[in-house]
């Protein structure tokens, strides 16, 4: 199994998490996104993923992009340990949270947006820093109420267990702490982050432990 990843992509970051938290083994294909280099955009890599993103699974012969289809890909082809519920009505708040960062805040701060609004556009920085965090305010504001409802039943978004609404919101806190979003309202979602970040599959997927994690900005 090979993921092709960037160490500060947050789709790529959640997948790594999913793989970690399954006890997968895999190898991580470093595809620089820096501009002047953007491996993605290259020949080999475009004939390999068409959408020229990251993260791509490569499974056997198998091979899918966009994080949200690994991470069900992950789940029905090894469903043990589950990182979904029982409950079908469970499962369904999970994949509407997971949804509720990585099609509604993600995709407005990811970085061809970024790339767009300093580049074409030419904002100015607190023009930019002021994009970014609304996003994430907009976002969080509903992610803390759903992770607040399930506070009493553990010390992660949904309870006792890992879920891949953790696998989506760890990401997704550490770039509001990278652009220093103020996150004093959002107790809970730091809380989640911080227990899930006590454990070893966390720890190995984060950012910095990645190969390419050297890498400029």
């Known amino acids: 199994m090979k993921l092709y990843s960037y160490w500060r992509s947050s789709a790529a970051y959640r997948v790594r998490i999913a793989l970690n938290l399954k006890g997968l083994d895999h190898e991580i294909i470093p595809v620089s996104l820096l501009p002047g280099i953007a491996e993605h955009r290259q020949d080999n890599y475009r004939a390999r993923n068409p959408q020229m993103l990251v993260p791509f699974?490569?499974?056997?012969?198998?091979?899918?992009?966009?994080?949200?289809?690994?991470?069900?890909?992950?789940?029905?082809?090894?469903?043990?340990?589950?990182?979904?519920?029982?409950?079908?009505?469970?499962?369904?708040?999970?994949?509407?949270f997971c949804n509720s960062i990585c099609c509604d805040i993600h995709p407005l701060n990811?970085?061809?947006?970024?790339?767009?609004?300093?580049?074409?556009?030419?904002?100015s920085d607190e023009q930019f820093e002021a994009w970014y965090a609304h996003w994430i305010h907009e976002g969080f504001k509903?992610?803390?109420?759903?992770?607040?409802?399930?506070?009493?039943?553990?010390?992660?978004?949904?309870?006792?267990?890992?879920?891949?609404?953790?696998?989506?919101?760890?990401p997704q806190v550490y770039n509001a702490r990278r652009f220093k979003v103020p996150l004093d309202d959002y107790p809970r979602l730091i809380a989640v982050t911080d227990a899930c970040n006590k454990l070893e599959a966390f720890i190995q997927a984060a950012p910095e432990k990645q190969p390419d994690g050297t890498d400029a900005d």
Not at 58 to 86: C, H, K, N, R, V
Not at 142 to 170: K, M, P, R, W
């Open 110 to 123: 990811n970085l061809r947006v970024m790339q767009y609004l300093k580049g074409e556009l030419d904002v």
């Open 142 to 170: 509903a992610a803390e109420t759903a992770a607040t409802n399930f506070a009493d039943a553990g010390q992660f978004v949904f309870g006792e267990s890992v879920s891949l609404a953790d696998s989506c919101l760890i």
């Open 57 to 96: 699974l490569e499974d056997g012969s198998f091979s899918t992009g966009q994080s949200l289809a690994i991470l069900e890909y992950l789940e029905e082809m090894y469903p043990e340990p589950s990182l979904l519920p029982a409950d079908a009505q469970k499962r369904a708040a999970v994949r509407s």
